[in-house]
């Protein structure tokens, strides 16, 4: 099996009532977290500050070759299993559906880094094996046209949010006060109404930088489940989201 990953390490649930205005949504926390997989305290660069998204699939018996990355990134596995080598640590190994902040990866990667920097650096003669990489996104602004814009102090924390919306389900109205990220998983109608600036639809393979301070829905106006991921480049004691 093609192993395909996303980057952006534990896997938590919050139980919980549905917040007013939410309809057919599930939302399950699977990373948050304020270090890299190695103990490193993740660090988000202070200018120029731009999201990339790179999906990635690793064949059988493929190696992406020894690299590093200079930006904080978590890694969502979407299929297969991964192992990934860490020199002076041990080996770790994450199945579909985890997430962990990366030293060294495989994955579809979400870099919280900055503009005109590579996220990717490979050591000298390293060769990737079976090893396709296709660019999602990258953008230095949210999708009204904000500047993202990283925590400049406090602990910095990366968390990955899965969302699933049934059809002519909605998320209720909400705001982020921190730079998020959005991956598109599955569905055609994945529609976001941002108040004053109209809306927006989106469908599996699809992502954008969601908007900031700034009051939105998001619906399911397709005939199948609508699945998304959402990274927060965010800090610790600072909430992700804010409803009304």
Known sequence: MVAVLFALAFIVTIPGPPAVGQVGFKSTTILQSQTTVTGQPIEFPLFRNQFTGILLELAPGGETGVHLHPFPLAVIVLEGTVTVEMEGHP????????????????????FAGEEG????????????????????????????????????????????VAIEITPGGQAGRHQHPVPTFVYVLEGTGFTVEVEGHGQRVYSAGQAYAE????????????????????????????PNSIRP
């Open 117 to 160: 920097k590579a996220p990717l650096v490979w050591r000298a003669g390293a060769t990737p094996v079976g090893l396709k990489a296709t660019p999602v996104i990258q953008t230095k602004t949210t999708v009204i046209g904000q500047p993202i814009a990283f925590p400049l102090w406090g602990k910095d924390q990366l968390s990955v």
């Open 211 to 238: 908007s900031m301070n700034t009051w939105h829905n998001a619906f399911n106006r397709g005939t199948g489940l609508a699945k998304v991921l959402v990274v927060f480049a965010g800090e610790d004691g600072v």
């Open 91 to 110: 080996p770790g190994v994450f199945n579909a559906g985890q997430a962990f902040v990366e030293t060294t990866m495989k994955a579809l990667l979400v």
